[in-house]
């Protein structure tokens, strides 16, 4: 997995949302203001990918029309297909494009969240480690106790001794050395990463550690607590849903072939945004949001075009 935060969109997201954090000092803000951006940056390839799909809508009854007539004739009814293209001026792979590059995108991010919530968890761990009780406040968000942790019933507050060497393994490239030192050398008692230079294994004293996390736990009385209760993986799935099910309607060809899609897509966002950080739910959930309201409008504006060029033509 380590492709999905080692690579230039994923550092470019990172450096972005630090830059951003730096400004705002809030990292959900952060994460909403640079998917804002990142979906204006894009609309110009939405609105070709709408126009390309209306289209696609419009001509859709001669494209019937032709694959009945040529039926039995493959060749011939490709031709024809390709003339009507030409002639109204139809780019059927043109509107895929926004799709094509979502995905990267939706990794990129999920890559760069992973990178940040190492970070900021070594970071908390270290500060709780060194300052005491004056550093045990930990990152809420709503209702959410760690944002740096799944919103999950079944996820904990915190990481367990193994993720949190999991974390600073897979990520060791963007943890700061001194971070890594401090981990690595804070004393004999109260050591939190231990590496054996002749295997070249990376550990942690399971005891130090868990006394650590369960005192920060208890003193935001969030002992027994669980770290969320999944309201934002649901409500990636619905606005997902949502999202495809208006896309799709406008497309009779796409309604068809989609529907397995429409089902599958919002239940796998579910379970990826259960397993992640709240962070990146964040990122996705306002995705979602954005696509959403965007697809409305758009909608709205066009049927208002149609409407009124309904009236010109009656007119004349």
């Known amino acids: 997995m380590d492709f999905l935060n080692n690579n230039l969109i994923s550092d470019f997201f990172l450096i972005v949302l630090k830059w951003v954090y730096s400004i705002i000092h809030d990292y959900s803000i952060a ?23 209306r289209k696609m809508a419009f001509i859709q009854p001669q494209l019937e029309s032709l694959k009945k007539r040529y039926a039995g004739n493959p060749q011939q009814l490709n031709k024809h297909m390709q003339q009507l293209y030409r002639k109204e001026g139809v780019k059927p792979l043109a509107g895929c494009l926004p799709m094509l590059l979502t995905l990267p995108i939706f990794f990129a991010f999920f890559g760069a969240m992973r990178v940040l919530a190492a970070q900021e968890t070594v970071s908390f761990i270290l500060n709780a480690q060194n300052l005491g009780e004056s550093a045990y406040a930990l990152p809420r968000w709503l209702w959410v106790n760690n944002f740096w942790q799944p919103d999950s019933g079944f996820s904990a507050i915190l990481p367990s001794a193994t993720e949190f060497v999991s974390f ?11 971070s890594m030192h401090m981990l690595a050398n804070a004393g004999p008692n109260v050591s939190l990463l231990n590496f054996d230079y002749v295997n070249g294994v990376l550990s942690t ?6 006394s650590l996390t369960s005192t920060i736990i208890a003193a935001n009385n969030l002992t027994g607590y669980n770290n969320g209760w999944f309201m934002l993986p649901v409500i990636a799935g619905v606005t997902l849903f949502l999202q495809q099910k208006l896309t799709m309607g406008q497309n009779p060809q796409t309604a068809q072939q989609g529907k397995f899609m429409l089902w599958f897509v919002p239940i ?13 739910s964040v990122y996705w959930v306002m995705a979602n949001l954005y696509a959403l309201a965007q697809a409305l409008v758009l909608n709205y504006i066009y049927k ?3 409407q009124k060029a309904k009236g010109i033509i009656e007119e004349a």
């Open 31 to 53: 994460i909403i203001v640079v998917t804002i951006l990142l979906r204006v940056v894009m609309l110009p390839l939405d609105l070709r990918q709408k126009k390309s799909a």
């Open 168 to 178: 600073v393994q897979s990520n060791a490239t963007y943890i700061t050395p001194q």
């Open 205 to 210: 004293s399971v005891p130090g550690y868990d």
């Open 268 to 280: 796998f966002s579910v379970y990826i945004c259960a397993i992640s950080n709240a962070a990146f």
């Open 304 to 306: 208002k075009r149609d």
